[in-house]
């Protein structure tokens, strides 16, 4: 099982990347993007060892509190696939 992760400022946080990016584009005449957020992705590959895929959310779920995300300034959502 793989665990991808997906890890972005929150809203309320200045991107500043991200605005980089979306002036850049609307420089290079790219159009209908409206935003830019950047950020981070991770992907764990799972052992096998957990019970069933709650299991393995609720562990992945606890990395990405605890070690991948600053929480302060920092947001994520989380995709199991087998």
Same mark, same amino acid.
């Given at each position: 099982m793989k665990a991808h992760v997906y890890v972005t400022l929150k809203r309320t946080v200045l991107d500043a990347q991200g605005q980089t990016v979306a002036d850049a584009l609307?420089?290079?005449? *790219?159009?209908?993007?409206?935003d830019v957020r950047?950020?981070? *992705?991770?992907?764990?590959t799972?052992?096998?060892?957990?019970?069933?895929? %709650?299991?393995?959310? %609720? $562990?992945v779920?606890?990395?990405?509190? $605890?070690v991948?995300?600053?929480p302060v300034? $920092?947001? *994520?959502s989380l995709r199991l696939e087998p």
């Open positions: 609307k420089r290079m005449k *790219y159009q209908g993007v409206g950047q950020g981070k *992705y991770f992907l764990l799972l052992d096998g060892s957990f019970a069933d895929e %709650t299991a393995a959310r %609720t $562990e779920d606890r990395i990405a509190r $605890e991948l995300v600053n300034i $920092e947001e *994520y």
